[in-house]
């Protein structure tokens, strides 16, 4: 049976009940719009988590000594041969080696455990720090011996810019260091669990302070989710006796809940577009038992089943086609008034337990809507093959009499 | 021949007692005749006409239409057939009520896969012959029953089949309708030659009939 004939029959009879059909496609295009935009929720979530996990000074990937994550200290630093960055990638972003290390700090009032970062600041565009918003002075480079205190950090330690702070740490000799070092600036992050935990200083002053020329850390920042494993081998290539550790496997939690959140969008689309199955299924039945003595004549005057099985088919997927077009340009539509971002600052403490910011932005991604569609489709092909044997396995002749 | 049934049986089983509704019916039907299978109500001529026309399948017996034994074919087979060699008029016109009158016919020779110009051509010609050129862009629900049936004809004949099964075509028409239906069916019979067998216990469609074959209980009287 030709396409077109096919298509311009699916086509009348959709048109035939028009009321049912209004129905069912509004049913379809508000199941596949809250679909969409559910989708868009869980991956604004889903970068959000991601995002932030790369940007809390992990990258995409860090170069570090193997068992400095079991037990961190300057004892596993590394040095840093010149030209090391040759021949990276073009979709390497950026790179900052840093010393990063536990010590104590102590104010006037209070004492906190916190992460003493060494940075270069021209290097820190890749990392939180290039975009924090900073009361007082940034660190002017990697010999600036003041540090950045987070905001709450300083609100702990009862302190502010301008004054002084003194910090213990262990020397690379394993002997205790203590210094003081007076407080450049308060910076202020999105996740306020930073502004608790790290607290910058220049790398190459705090390299004299611990009496090493040695870093613990390079992190790598790439335009993509992740490094391809020829980069990776690359890499662990220059540094011999280090390891390069994805960010996947730094931030386990937030890399395990950005795949769980992956896996819900599919989840909540079969459980969604399941219900709506059955009632396309219904309605088509419906539709079918209707027109069994048609369908019975035109088997009579010559049409083969397979012809009957495909019209119903294509009558199916032409209404579930219009409902999901319908479904993703209004999901669109709502996206365009959430698109900048939705605020949630006061749920911020709930948020940055999961690693998400206070304004949440929704992404549409346009591969969600294409799969929703083909899924939709596949789903109504498998859906409309049931009323469909019905109206074949009759004889024309039973169809004719009834 | 163009049909041959040798000792053709159908029994159904539907109830606890089976009917037979053809008994070892012998039948033949020569080229460019028009016959009626005529009898009361149970009498097997419907049963007769569906069996010829491959929509029922006989318990015993053989069935032949232009050469071909009928009750061996699958239910695609079966559908290439009637698509190819048999017109069909039904009782209840049996009219797509999506398409126009033009559509209609059309539609059956767009299943053969005849270009458009061609088929459009050739429906609007067999929409002509039925004296109802007028009405092509009519669908269904806004025709008479009389032209309806008249599409009903120009569908059956579009395709120019070696045989047109008509079964109780007049069943629904008032007596000047089926006058003006029976002398369009006489004039394609007549001036081209179609073959028909038209089921009916009509007499008016009988008296234009070459010649009538009575059943009883289901075999030939």
Redesign the interface.
């Known amino acids: ?2 396409a ?2 096919l298509l311009q ?1 699916s086509w ?2 959709i ?2 009940h028009r009321r049912r059909n209004a129905i069912l496609l509004c049913a379809i295009a508000v199941a596949v719009a809250g679909v969409m935009l559910l989708n868009t929720m869980m991956r604004g979530m889903q970068e959000d988590m991601m995002n932030t996990a790369i940007g809390n000074l992990t990258g995409h990937a860090k170069i570090l000594e193997p068992s400095y994550l079991d037990d961190p200290g300057i004892e596993r630093g590394f040095a840093v041969d010149d030209g090391w960055q040759d021949d990276l990638p073009n979709n390497v972003l950026g790179w900052a080696s840093r010393i990063r290390i536990p010590a104590v700090v102590m104010s006037e009032r209070e004492t906190r455990g916190i992460q003493l970062v060494g940075v270069d600041p021209a290097k820190e565009s890749i990392s939180f720090l290039g975009d924090a918003e900073v009361e007082g002075e940034r660190l002017s480079g990697p010999d600036d011996a003041r540090i950045l205190v987070g905001a709450l950090l300083a609100e702990a330690l009862d302190t502010a810019t301008g004054r002084r702070l003194v910090l213990v740490t262990q020397g690379a000799d394993g002997r205790t260091r203590e210094a003081g070092f007076r407080i450049a600036g308060v910076y202020r992050a999105e996740i306020a669990g930073l502004e608790r935990a790290f607290l910058f200083t220049g790398l190459s002053a705090l390299q004299r302070l611990l009496d090493t020329d040695k870093v613990t850390e390079i992190s790598i920042r790439i335009d993509g989710e992740d490094l391809d494993t020829s980069t990776i081998e690359g890499l662990a290539g220059r540094f011999e006796n280090l390891a390069v550790v994805s960010w996947r496997q730094l931030e386990r939690q937030a890399a395990a809940m950005v795949e769980v959140s992956g896996v819900s969008i599919y989840i909540l689309f079969v459980i969604v577009m399941g219900a709506l199955v059955f009632g396309l299924v219904n309605t088509l039945v419906t539709a079918v038992m209707e027109r069994l ?2 369908l019975g ?11 009957v099985v495909a019209q119903v088919v294509v009558e199916s997927s032409a209404i579930m086609a219009i409902g999901v077009a319908a479904g993703l340009a209004l999901a669109r539509a709502v996206f365009a008034f959430v698109a900048d971002g939705i605020d949630l600052t006061a749920f911020d403490d709930s948020l940055a337990s999961f690693g998400m910011r206070p304004t949440f932005v929704p992404v549409f991604d346009i591969r969600d809507a294409v799969l929703i569609a083909v899924l939709s489709l596949a789903l109504s092909v498998l859906a409309s093959f049931y009323p469909a044997r019905r109206a074949v396995k009759i ?3 039973e169809a ?1 009499r009834r | 021949m163009v049909v041959e049934c040798r000792n053709v049986s159908r029994t159904y089983d539907d109830d606890t007692v089976p009917v037979h509704a053809l008994q070892g019916v012998d039948f033949q039907l020569g080229a460019g005749e028009w016959v009626s299978l005529a009898g009361p109500s149970g009498s097997g001529k419907s049963t007769l006409l ?1 069996v010829i ?1 491959g ?2 399948q006989p318990t015993d017996g053989s069935v032949v239409v232009d050469g071909v034994e009928v009750t061996t074919l699958t ?2 087979e079966l ?2 057939l ?3 060699k048999i017109g ?1 008029v ?1 009782q209840a016109y ?1 009219l ?4 126009s009158a033009l559509e209609n016919v059309e ?2 020779l ?2 053969q ?1 005849v270009d458009r110009a061609e088929r459009r051509s050739r429906s609007q010609q067999a929409l002509q012959s039925m004296g109802i050129a007028d009405l092509e862009n009519r669908r269904p629900g806004e025709m008479s029953g009389g032209q309806q049936q008249r599409v009903a004809i120009a ?1 059956a004949i579009v395709t120019e089949p070696v045989l047109l099964l008509a079964d109780e075509p007049s069943a629904n028409l008032d007596t000047s309708t089926t006058r003006e239906l029976l002398e369009v069916l006489q004039s394609l019979n007549r001036e081209r030659g179609v073959t028909i067998l038209t089921a009916t216990h009509d007499p008016m469609v009988m008296g234009y009939t070459t010649r009538q074959v009575n059943l009883r209980d289901g075999s030939v009287v």
Do not use: C, T, Y
């Open positions: 049976m030709p077109r004939l029959l009348r009879n048109w035939r003595r048609e004549m035109l088997r009579a005057i010559g049409m083969r089943p397979r012809a004889k024309p002749l004719l | 569906h026309g929509l029922d239910a695609a559908s290439d009637r698509l190819n069909f039904f049996n797509i009520p999506v398409l539609f059956i767009q299943l896969g569908r």
